[in-house]
């Protein structure tokens, strides 16, 4: 197969249609990433162990290192570059920096996609159910304790 | 990764033909078509490129195959494609098997336990990082000798592990193993059979380049657990080396039926992560049978299940790690 051209994949990307070329082997990572310049979500371990290509799928958390582009077709992606409507930060973006919850900013993307899937399911978690809901991503500058506290804070409970 | 074609069939038998050897990340290393299911260690292995098939059959178009039922005597089965996150989540396996729904909830983390699924945490490979490594080739991969005997074995088995020392690398085996489940496993000519869990798993003895019983153009679509008798007790417990997503150093499920008398009618205590099969430990489940078992009993069973242990160089920590577990194990199934 080595010059077929590789087949279009259409879903919709933080609630617009999108439309890309993308082979059966290629990653949900490396389409967002490389094809559609969408380079928030970050390639981190590439192994589905830290956490960091955190996106959410139809409302799901998931990883988009493990996630192949072919199998988003018609469903609902959303990457840290649809949070900020308009520009402004989300409440949870803006809790994250006002907390101090990013030190190099690397694990970050993951961090808030991965808090986000949590707050839609569970608007008020505990600290518990938050770190529960983080225990898929590392932060290699250990920062999790403001990490917990923006999320915390985002929550109305900070 | 290298190109391989992408095929998604409507049901389980097609699924089947459409392979020579099935099942995600199954058996040899070198096979043509292999079965995806969440795909997790899937990827892993492609991109490891320690798989390279022409054709991934995807399981995920298959309606049905990630239901959870109970039918009329209180038995349940739970779909091959249910992911993890579902198993744990769902009331009939957290009413009746809480042991299962606790192995499964400290799988992983949460992003992989939404994609995961059962059957393919059943079927993934061993993390031995010599397997893993391209560089190394190992007994399993076809090469002359393990490397973890006398290399960097501080996460490998402690028993049956003289000739290859992977351990199992599902914790939710542990806990089904604990509960008797039987898989079920479905034909390319549509025929069906059903074996106990336990006697899936291959150890090395007997096939040092397979882990399970799946024959080719056979797919795993269930795992059956009986209802539990009345006064089953149960309980896993884990160890790592963090509380976050990592791997168990060491985990211990154990059911208990005991009877109205208090007696311990029937015991299964199953260590995880300790040999290249989820390993019963069967002097620690005759050491609590016919007992009334308290703190004495527990200890008992705990020394027991260390008998017979082979640590390597790097792993007798293990030993002590498992004896607590066992005990706490027994203790937090009564309490």
């Known amino acids: 197969m080595p010059n077929e051209p590789e087949p279009i994949r259409h879903f919709r990307l933080n609630g617009r249609n999108c439309a890309v070329p993308a082979a059966d082997h290629t990653l949900l990572v490396e389409t967002l990433r490389e094809t559609l310049g969408h380079v928030g979500t970050k390639q981190g371990c590439d192994g589905g162990e830290c956490g960091a290509c955190t996106v959410l799928i139809d409302g799901v958390a998931r990883l988009a290192c493990l996630t192949r582009t072919g199998e988003c077709e018609g ?84 | 990764m290298n190109r391989f074609a992408y095929a998604s069939p409507a049901t389980v038998t097609e699924a089947a033909a459409a392979t020579g050897l099935v099942a995600e990340a199954m058996v040899t290393f070198d096979e043509s078509a292999v079965l995806k299911a969440g795909g997790i260690d899937l990827l892993d292995l492609l991109k490891l490129e320690l798989l390279t098939p022409s054709v991934v059959v995807n399981l995920r ?35 009746s098997y809480p042991a299962l729904a606790t192995a499964i909830a400290g799988a992983a983390g949460p992003q992989l336990r939404n994609v995961a699924t059962l059957g393919g945490n059943l079927l993934q490979r ?121 791997w168990p ?31 019963r430990a069967r002097a620690a489940e005759q050491a609590l049978q016919g007992r009334h078992p308290g703190e004495a009993a527990a200890g008992d069973a705990a020394r027991a299940a260390l008998r017979g242990a082979t640590p390597l160089s790097l792993n007798a920590y293990k030993l002590a790690l498992f004896e607590t577990l066992v005990r706490r194990a027994i203790l937090a199934a009564l309490a």
């Not at chain 1, 959303?78 to 308009?86: N, V």
């Not at chain 2, 349940?76 to 249910?82: K, Q, S």
């Not at chain 2, 150093?249 to 989820?278: H, N, T, Y």
């Open chain 1, 75 to 158: 469903h609902e992606i959303e990457t840290i570059e649809g949070l900020a409507a308009g520009g402004r930060m989300s409440r949870l973006q803006r809790a994250f920096h006002e907390r101090l919850g990013t030190q190099c900013g690397y694990c970050t993307p993951g961090m808030i996609m991965a808090a986000e899937s949590l707050l839609r399911r569970d608007p008020h978690p505990t600290e518990t159910a938050i770190r529960e809901a983080l225990s898929g991503n590392l932060c290699r500058c250990t920062g999790y304790v403001k990490i917990v506290e923006a999320v915390l804070e985002a929550a109305g409970a900070g």
């Open chain 2, 61 to 95: 178009a298959i309606k049905g195959l990630d239901a959870i039922t109970q039918d009329a005597a209180g038995n349940v089965a739970i779909g091959a494609m249910a992911t993890l996150s579902q198993v744990a989540e769902h009331p009939l396996v957290r009413g």
């Open chain 2, 126 to 246: 061993p993390h031995c990082w010599y397997l893993r490594s391209p560089a190394h080739h190992c007994l399993r991969k076809g090469g002359g000798h393990c490397f973890a005997i006398h290399g960097e074995n501080q996460y490998h088995a402690i028993f049956d592990n003289h000739a290859c020392a992977i351990v199992h690398p599902s914790t939710a085996a542990t806990a089904l193993v604990a509960l008797n489940a039987e898989v079920e496993l479905h034909d390319a000519e549509g025929a069906t059979r059903r074996l106990p869990l336990e006697d899936f798993f291959v150890g090395p003895d007997d096939d040092i380049q397979r882990e399970n019983a799946l024959r080719p153009r056979e797919v795993l679509t269930a795992i059956h657990l009986r209802k539990p008798a009345s006064g089953t007790r149960m309980a896993h417990l884990r160890q790592g080396e963090k509380a976050g997503f990592d």
């Open chain 2, 249 to 279: 150093l060491a985990d211990v499920a154990v059911v208990l039926a005991i009877g109205p008398d208090g007696v311990c009618r029937e015991a299964s205590v199953v260590l995880g992560a300790a040999a290249p099969v989820p390993h």
